[in-house]
């Protein structure tokens, strides 16, 4: 079956035509991206151009190339996206499935080879799977651990140097051989699922209550660890000193250690006496050290605080 046997197709020309709404009163604006499930903000009201209902499927032909999504707002799309309305009555666990099935398509694209009205032709499933019903879709919802939202206000910071706030550990080579299926949380240098590469049958290396750094790999991207685990040596291992890390100061302290990403890369290694003397910005309190109690308050009042 293709894509155009389920799915009306329209190829908007909308461009990106009013002032961004900072009310939350206004209408998605649904771009080539792929996060934040396409949308890139939202636009005031602009007589003349449509808006499509909620319940379609929006699909980048460049960008983002075919990373689809379901809106489940109205929304303004923009140009070079493929807007699928279905043609007969289809449930949201069905729709959300054939978005699975056009992404799976991405690789036969890129931004020099886009999807253009290419799409129709897609194959998709002609029967859908039983788990697409049994699988649960429930919205997360949430609720803030501190409803007072503190403003942030940078220019106020102070500069620490990531020797002076925490003990650094190195990780431990481990090849192919010496790993078997187990339990142990194994933390590799790569970028996704919490530094977690696999799971392995070893006594774990080191203790939870801390963050790992890549200093290979996916240089830079940093993981705060709740459970004892093993790391690799293309990781750092970096624990409190002379302060008390909890999960939501963490949060905060490794958005400032992976700003310092742009500056190091494979070839450039952010090695451990370079990540020592590292300097990142963090609220100061009033006797000049980091204020470990606004970091941990302004991270509860985000919402999905409380998922972490």
């Known amino acids: ?17 009013s002032q961004m709404d900072s009310s939350n009163d206004g209408i998605n604006f649904v771009s080539a991206q792929e996060k934040n499930n396409g949308i890139v903000g939202q636009v005031k009201y602009y007589e003349g151009k449509k808006i499509y209902p909620a319940g379609v499927i ?5 960008g983002s190339v075919l990373m689809a999504h379901y809106q489940s707002h109205p929304c303004y799309v923009a140009h070079q ?26 690789y036969k694209f890129s931004y020099g ?10 194959d998709v499933p002609d029967n859908i799977p039983e788990w697409v019903y049994d699988t649960d879709i429930t919205p997360i919802t949430t609720v803030q651990l501190n409803a007072n939202i503190t403003k942030l206000e940078i220019d106020k910071w102070g500069e620490y140097s990531l020797g002076k706030l925490f003990k650094f ?12 299926a187990g339990a142990v949380n194994f933390i590799g240098a790569i970028s996704e699922n919490n530094g977690v590469r696999q799971h392995i049958d070893v006594t774990p290396m080191f203790s939870p209550n801390c963050i790992t ?32 890390l909890n999960k939501h100061i963490a949060m905060f302290v490794i958005t400032a250690i992976k700003a310092n990403q742009y500056k190091f890369s494979y070839g450039r290694k952010w090695t451990l006496d370079k990540m020592k003397e590292s300097i990142i910005k963090l609220p100061k309190s009033k006797n000049g050290l980091p204020d470990w109690a606004y970091m941990e308050n302004y991270i509860k009042s985000l919402p999905y605080s409380d998922k972490i």
């Open 1 to 17: 079956m293709k894509v155009k046997d389920l799915f009306d197709i329209e190829y908007p020309k909308t461009l990106i035509f």
């Open 58 to 62: 929006t699909v980048p032909l460049k």
């Open 81 to 106: 996206i493929a807007v699928l309305t279905a043609k007969s009555e289809m449930s949201l666990h069905e729709k959300l499935f054939f978005c699975l099935c056009i992404r799976k398509n991405a």
């Open 113 to 122: 080879r886009q999807a253009d009205k290419t799409i129709g032709n897609l």
């Open 169 to 180: 550990h190195k990780g431990k080579r481990l090849t192919k051989e010496d790993m078997t």
């Open 213 to 244: 750094v890549n200093y290979n790999g996916s240089v830079g991207e940093a993981f705060y660890q709740h459970e004892p685990f093993w790391a690799s040596d293309d990781v750092n291992v970096l624990y409190a000193d002379g302060w008390e």
